[in-house]
């Protein structure tokens, strides 16, 4: 059972690589057990979701991970079975009636930070966590990941305007910048909603764009930080990352492969 | 009522360093100023932003701390309605929202600023317990309460200031889920729970003049009801009269009738609350009571007919 290990000095892209090939296989399994799975949004943040548990977080006791974008959380129950937080039958039971994992997480689930799948609460959630832990004296470190749709909620920006007030060093926030909604590309139908790194600098947050893919240069992004307030990571990503037909095609936000489509999926991710 | 939860709440505070305030741009009364002095850190002013305000409340709770969010009390609910349901309640977490001015207490700012349907709301949510103290001494019993308790969240209704007191020379202290009776008679029986207490005891003063024999009980815990309580009551009164601050729907009125229906009870159930209306009346707060029927004589000259 592979454990993070606390804190690194660097981060392996190779081995990450291999991992998130693993993880993508694992999702495409289950979801040939079950329709009711996010693939894509879990496939653009797989990266970075590995680069927190297997860079970042220093144990996962220590410090926190909170989904933000709760319908990407099939990511986060595949590295949690693989860090033997949850058991393989957890994940074989995932929406049936004898299982505990649902598609939006659940706070009473082992490893879950908080319950999410309305968007716009995990960085409210995140900014609260993280100031508790400044009043407790701590060094734990809450990463919060989000969709780049959270952040059309205006929830979010009051957060944004909080954690930055509060100079929340310890909050470190990670954008799933796919660009899809569940309807269309972000960029095409709100135009106003970009820049992102600067919207974030100007709130007083720390921003950094990288390619979402390369788990090094999110590593990276958060390690050489310049710290004293909270940190944004804008994550170019691509929804459906891995598989061909999925990426950047809409309904693979709901859509479950056939078996075709399944074992296709199989051959592109398979092991180099 | 405010200012006694203030003092109750910044001595607690000394004592217990988990307990936080998270106010949304509101000037925090008496206590509360001298407990920001002394532990900045434990004051948290989120601005005109209450969707945070809840949120971080709960981020809070999530590692450890006992935080209370703090406003005008449409603005501590209805605002953030979401971050209540989803992070307070479905996680349920030991947060105390409280409400100042429940009712409609600011009764010169207008419907906005009333909160007249807030219990019904607050109880809805599962995991969500319902407090609304009638004076200081319940406040205070309420407050201490909160600070301690393990359940979940909280919506505690408070008014606002000058409320009279009720409850601080009875033998029996403040329990959370149990009504309380301020007088015992056998004839009627009057529920309420909040500022509105004020009137509940004026009309039972006129009906004992009329040689009525009559009890109150504050009814302060609206969210788990004392349901054995209210059966008693029902049990040994021929008319029982319900009176509160609310929206008829949802309001414990119409609870107790339900309760009545399943009990079988043959006793007289008069219900008076707030209209299913927005105020569109200014003035005192008694002006606003009486814009929707709810005056002591009124209930009385009601009450008299039965």
Redesign the interface.
């Known amino acids: 059972m592979a454990k993070p290990q606390a804190p690194r000095n660097s981060f392996d892209g190779t081995a990450a690589r291999r991992r998130c090939r693993r993880f993508r296989r694992r999702i495409l399994e289950i979801s040939q057990q079950v329709t009711a799975l996010h693939v894509a949004p879990a496939f653009s943040c797989t990266e970075i979701t590995d680069a927190i548990y297997h860079g970042l977080m220093r144990g996962t006791g220590h410090d926190v991970f909170l989904m933000s974008k709760g319908h990407g959380c099939m990511i986060q129950y595949v590295i949690l079975e693989e860090l033997g937080v949850l058991s393989r039958e957890d994940l074989d039971r995932y929406c049936k009636p004898d299982g505990r994992l649902g598609a939006h997480p659940d706070c009473e689930t082992p490893g879950v930070a908080a319950s999410t799948g309305s968007l716009g609460h995990g960085l409210g959630l995140a900014t609260g966590q993280a100031y508790a832990e400044k009043l407790k004296q701590t060094d734990v470190m809450i990463y919060c990941l989000l969709s780049d749709g959270e952040f059309q909620e205006g929830s979010t920006w009051e957060a944004m305007m909080m954690a930055a007030n509060l100079e929340l060093d310890n909050l470190v926030a990670f954008m799933d910048y796919n660009d899809f909604g569940g309807l269309e590309r972000m960029t095409e139908g709100h135009k106003a909603f970009y820049p992102l790194v600067a919207k974030a600098e100007a709130f007083g947050w720390e921003a950094v764009e990288v390619d979402g893919h390369d788990g090094e240069a999110i590593f990276d992004a958060v390690t050489s930080r310049k710290g004293g307030g909270p940190l944004i990571v804008v994550c170019r990503t691509v929804k459906g990352k891995g598989v061909s037909y999925m990426e950047n095609v809409p309904i693979w936000h709901y859509r479950s492969p056939n078996k075709d489509e399944y074992q296709q999926g199989l051959n592109e991710l398979a092991v180099e | 009522m405010r200012n006694r939860f203030a003092d109750t709440f910044y001595e607690l505070g000394k004592a217990d360093p988990r307990l936080?305030v998270v106010v949304a741009d509101i000037s925090p009364a008496g206590s509360i100023v001298r407990f920001r002095q002394e532990f900045p850190?434990?004051f948290?002013n989120?601005?005109v932003?209450e969707?945070?305000m809840?949120?971080?409340?709960?981020?809070?709770?999530?590692?450890?701390?006992r935080?209370f969010a703090y406003t005008i009390a449409t603005f501590t609910l209805y605002r953030p309605f979401?971050?209540v349901r989803?992070?307070l309640c479905?996680?349920n977490l030991p947060v105390t929202i409280v409400g100042i001015g429940g009712g409609v207490t600011y009764s010169t700012l207008g419907a906005t600023h009333h909160a007249q349907e807030d219990i019904a709301i607050a109880c809805a949510l599962p995991n969500m317990s319902v407090i609304a103290p009638c004076d200081p001494a319940e406040v205070e019993g309420a407050t201490r309460w909160c600070a301690t308790q393990e359940h979940g969240p909280v919506y505690l209704r408070l008014g606002k200031a000058g409320e009279p007191d009720f409850t601080s020379t009875l033998a029996e202290a403040f329990t959370f889920g149990k009504l309380r009776f301020l007088r015992r008679g056998r004839d009627v029986c009057i529920l309420t729970y909040g500022s509105i207490m004020k009137m509940a005891s004026e009309v039972a003063d006129d009906l004992q003049a009329q040689g009525r024999s009559v009890s109150l009980v504050s009814v302060h815990t609206l969210k788990p009801l004392d349901l054995a309580g209210v059966a008693e009551v029902l049990a040994a009164h021929r008319d029982v009269v319900v009176i509160e601050e609310m929206s008829p729907q949802g309001s414990l009125g119409m609870r107790v009738k339900a309760l009545a229906y399943e009990q079988r009870a043959s006793s007289r159930i008069h219900c008076f609350s707030l209209r299913d209306e927005f105020v569109h009346v200014y003035g005192t707060h008694e002006d606003l009571l009486a814009a929707h029927g709810l005056t002591a004589a009124g209930i009385v000259r009601v009450m008299s007919r039965s």
């Open positions: 936080c850190d434990r948290v989120v601005g932003a969707q945070i809840i949120g971080m409340a709960a981020g809070m709770a999530q590692r450890g701390l935080p979401e971050m989803d992070d479905y996680q």
